[in-house]
Each structure stands twice: as C-alpha cells, then as structure tokens.
C-alpha cells in the first residue's frame, strides 16, 4: 500500500515514519524498474501516490 494519509503519519513515532519512509523508496524504485522494463504498471496512480507519500514523509520528518 503506497498511500500514507497526514493523520497516519501524524501518530507514528520517528522511527516508524522513518522505516515507513525506506519502505516506499524500495516500493518506489520497483515501480521505476517496471517501468523501464517495457511494461506497463499495474496503475499509473500508484506511482504518483508513493511520491507523493515519501514527500509527506519527509515534510513531516523535517520539521
């Protein structure tokens, strides 16, 4: 699942957030690889979530 809501995040420590963080990067860098494989992901817009999650990640992180 490459969704992670404000209010998710919100009540997760630091350490969760952080390894929650590594876990859509890996996500993130097999969707790339599928991607340039040839092949078409399974949806378009789990790629643009899981961005768009790791950079909730880390505005929540950073401050």
Same mark, same amino acid.
């Given at each position: 699942?490459?969704?992670?809501?404000?209010?998710e995040?919100?009540?997760?420590s630091?350490?969760?957030?952080e390894?929650r &963080? #590594?876990e859509? *990067?890996? /996500? &993130? #860098?097999?969707l *790339?690889? /599928?991607?340039?494989?040839g092949g078409?992901?399974?949806?378009?817009?789990e790629?643009k979530?899981?961005?768009?999650?790791?950079?909730?990640?880390?505005?929540h992180l950073?401050n």
């Amino acid at each position: 699942m490459s969704f992670v809501s404000n209010r998710e995040i919100e009540a997760m420590s630091r350490e969760a957030r952080e390894s929650r &963080l #590594l876990e859509l *990067r890996e /996500e &993130l #860098l097999q969707l *790339r690889a /599928e991607q340039a494989l040839g092949g078409t992901p399974a949806s378009l817009g789990e790629y643009k979530a899981t961005r768009r999650s790791i950079a909730r990640l880390l505005t929540h992180l950073n401050n």
